[in-house]
């Protein structure tokens, strides 16, 4: 069964938590054991059921009504399984969503309708990271409908604000899709609501669903194997990931960048047994004709007649979520690599999608920027390949911001 990711957005406060252990009790993707030790923590605290007891892990996140560490919860539909990544502030969302753990095309928003709560800054600046990073089709939940009576007006104002921010920072009508619910109540989570018969559209899990067809990894030939390092102390044996394209043994004339030597390929193995072949996805271990002498930490393997360019200066948008001083890094598939220079060339308001005035960042805003590095790096532009076009910034030793190479 494939397993579709989910990345789920909203500010603290909007439901997330909820809305998932609800969809986990309603597709029986969860024991009643943990249904049962979410109904004793409830009566605990002195609460109703509190569905969102069945995904949080620690009392003080029971106790404190908040989600505090990243949860990952599994949910089966229609043969087919989402694992939803619910992620509480912005750097843990930043980083989750660099770890390269998965393809994720599909983002889930959920938005508060309660009016006290509604559209705030941090709901677009989740908005702007999710399609900074490639991700093209969005749902939006409009949740807690059961506490504004389930009216239309509530649905449909934060539905027309919500438009014209996605549409200005570049979301595609046809993949974004918007939905009323009550996470607690259950409506509109798999089946349609009657208490909303306004809504003539699919309920959110159909939503996910008719989303998850799409996959945005690169099956075209175009072979890009990040590589590890060498196994069991043998420096013709190396593992990789591949990221790009598929290899198969026997593969002659592969390059690895910026190594700058040619191999050809003896000996797959994959998941510990040896194969003829293996494709994007797949984490392998690749027998060599000839010995890597040096660490091929975040070298690339690929094809002889199309391989990414070593470059020092690399053209990118990052998304800074701390001041930028001293010494500047980025991390690039499992190496550091020193930044000896930044200009920036533009910012970017994330919560209006417009463009600032000034060349000095500001925290949680964009930058457009040039970076020149003190060795090379095998990059391609985000667009062509994710895995060889996105860093993690770093000044000092403290995370700094998220880029993705132009």
């Known amino acids: 069964m494939k397993v579709h990711s989910i990345t789920l957005l909203g500010h603290k406060d909007h439901g997330k938590s909820t809305l998932i252990g609800n969809l986990l009790m309603l597709t029986n993707s969860v024991t009643q054991t943990r249904i049962k030790e979410a109904e004793t923590y409830s009566k605990k605290l002195h609460k109703n059921f509190e569905p969102a007891f069945i ?169 890009r194997i990040v590589l590890q390092g060498i196994l069991n102390g043998r420096k013709d044996l190396v593992a990789g990931r591949i990221v790009r394209g598929h290899i198969k043994v026997g593969e002659k004339g592969t390059c690895i960048i910026p190594l700058d030597i040619n191999v050809s390929v003896k000996g797959i193995l994959a998941g510990g047994k040896r194969v003829r072949s293996a494709r994007v996805g797949d984490g392998v271990a690749l027998e060599l004709d000839r010995e890597v002498t040096k660490d091929p930490r975040g070298a690339i393997l690929c094809g002889e007649s199309y391989c990414p360019i070593a470059r020092r200066s690399i053209n990118a948008r990052i998304f800074v979520t701390r001041r930028l001083g001293g010494k500047l890094s980025v991390r690039f598939n499992g190496i550091e690599v020193a930044c000896t220079s930044i200009k920036i060339g533009s910012q970017i308001d994330t919560t209006t999608g417009e463009q600032m005035e000034g060349k000095k960042a500001q925290v949680l805003n964009a930058i457009d920027a040039e970076l020149v590095l003190d060795r090379k790096i095998p990059a391609e532009s985000f667009m062509e390949t994710r895995e060889l076009g996105r860093f993690t910034l770093y000044s000092g030793k403290e995370f700094a911001g998220i880029g993705i190479i132009r």
Not at 100 to 114: E, F, K, N, R, T
Not at 202 to 212: A, D, T
């Open 55 to 223: 995904l949080d892990s620690f009392f003080a996140e029971r106790a404190g009504g908040l989600t505090i560490d990243i949860t990952r919860a599994e949910i089966s539909y229609k043969g087919t399984a989402f694992s939803f990544i619910d992620v509480p502030g912005h750097e843990e969302l930043i980083k989750n969503m660099i770890s390269g753990a998965s393809y994720a095309s599909i983002a889930l928003l959920l938005v508060s309708a309660q009016k006290d709560e509604g559209i705030r800054d941090q709901t677009k600046r989740h908005l702007f990271i999710a399609k900074m990073m490639g991700i093209d089709r969005l749902v939006i939940a409009v949740n807690k409908m059961d506490t504004v009576g389930y009216a239309k007006g509530s649905f449909e104002s934060i539905k027309k604000e919500l438009t014209s921010f996605i549409t200005k920072i570049g979301f595609e009508a046809d993949n974004v899709s918007f939905v009323p619910v009550s996470a607690y109540a259950g409506d509109n989570l798999v089946k349609k609501s009657t208490s909303m018969r306004w809504y003539k559209g699919r309920p959110l899990l159909e939503l996910l669903y008719k989303y998850s067809g799409y996959d945005s990894a690169k099956d075209d030939g175009a072979l």
